[in-house]
């Protein structure tokens, strides 16, 4: 069975906000690697950089491990909602 994509036929919700991200808090996809590295996650920079571009599926570890780092729950990263209060 083939694994699911999004409806425009990507591998992760998560790459444009990803890249938002980044860019909000002036981080290159080694820096932030580097933070995540530093964190306890293996992710390098090609892993970011496929990420971003659609070319990999994201696991949960992975997106709770992003939403750490940014300081922004898994539910933005996946869906772009913040929390209501």
Do not use: W
């Not at 994509?5 to 860019?23: D, F, H, M, P, Y």
Request: proline share 2%.
């Amino acid at each position: 069975m083939p694994k699911p994509r999004t409806t425009s036929g990507e591998k992760n919700l998560i790459g444009k906000r990803l890249i938002a991200l980044r860019a909000t808090q002036h981080l290159s996809q080694r820096e932030l690697s580097q933070k995540l590295q530093l964190a306890g996650y293996d992710m390098d920079k090609n892993v970011i950089t496929r990420i971003e571009t659609n070319k990999r599926y994201v696991t949960d570890i992975e997106i709770q491990a992003l939403a750490n780092i940014f300081g922004v729950s898994c539910d933005y990263l996946i869906n772009g909602q913040t929390a209501n209060k």
